[in-house]
């Protein structure tokens, strides 16, 4: 028997705000359990984590089923999206900078690998990010870009950065600090999270604007 229209769409509504609870759920958990891992001494560094945990909360505020921010305005939620990003790329920088600190301190090479390499992209990705975004706060700064094309290249834009960054912690699970840390079905869960929440991501992302949206000329 068919499904009608309205029932399909209660299912729809309900597998996206599981999807987004899961990723909230899944950031959160995945950042504190790189914390408890990296401790002192250890030559991790736990701040990517929570970049990525950072970023994914700032696009999970425009979710409408899972945002956690419902009762502010569209507004409002621009706002703490934007003070999110901010404070994800304050994360990085730290996190970037202590790490050059201590291959300095060991007289170890710099981005030599794959991890190093795609960690420094998505900082500096996000630093162009940020700095668009503040054409979106303040659209009187490009007054000949619509509004609506502004939005559209800075959610794209964003959702490369955004699966950047799930490319760094990937491989920064293959290390071999990482690989001898957590072992065996342990690490395919680790590496499950920042899946899962770019697919969330994506389908948010692609939803709202790749799909829905359309510019006009």
């Known amino acids: 028997m068919a499904l009608s229209a309205e029932t399909e ?20 958990g995945f950042t504190i359990f790189v914390a408890v891992l990296a401790r002192p001494g250890s030559t991790s560094h736990p701040l990517f984590p929570q970049f990525s945990f950072l970023m994914t909360e700032a696009l999970l ?11 502010l305005s569209r507004k409002g939620r621009a706002r703490c ?12 920088l730290l996190g970037l900078g202590l790490v050059i600190l201590h291959k300095e301190q060991l007289g170890k090479a710099h981005l030599v690998t794959r991890h ?10 996000a630093g162009l990010q940020c700095s668009g975004g503040v054409g979106l706060l303040y659209p009187k700064l490009l007054p000949r870009w619509p509004l609506a094309k502004l939005k559209l290249y800075h959610a ?3 959702l490369v950065g955004y ?13 071999l600090w990482f690989t001898a840390s957590v ?11 920042p899946v899962l929440t770019s697919l969330v991501i ?9 799909y829905r949206k359309r510019i006009q000329p």
């Open 9 to 28: 769409s209660h299912i729809y509504r309900a597998l996206r705000t599981a999807s987004g609870a899961a990723a909230h759920l899944v950031a959160l």
């Open 61 to 71: 505020v425009f979710s409408p089923e899972s945002s956690l921010l419902h009762s």
């Open 81 to 92: 999206h934007w003070v999110l990003q901010l404070l994800a790329l304050l994360c990085a």
């Open 116 to 125: 190093g390499q795609a960690g420094l992209l998505a900082v500096l990705w």
């Open 156 to 158: 794209t834009s964003g």
């Open 163 to 175: 699966l950047l960054g799930s490319a760094s912690l990937l491989l920064g699970m293959c290390s």
């Open 183 to 193: 072992t065996g079905a342990a690490w395919y869960l680790a590496v499950l999270c």
């Open 202 to 210: 994506m389908n948010q992302v692609s939803n709202a604007y790749l």
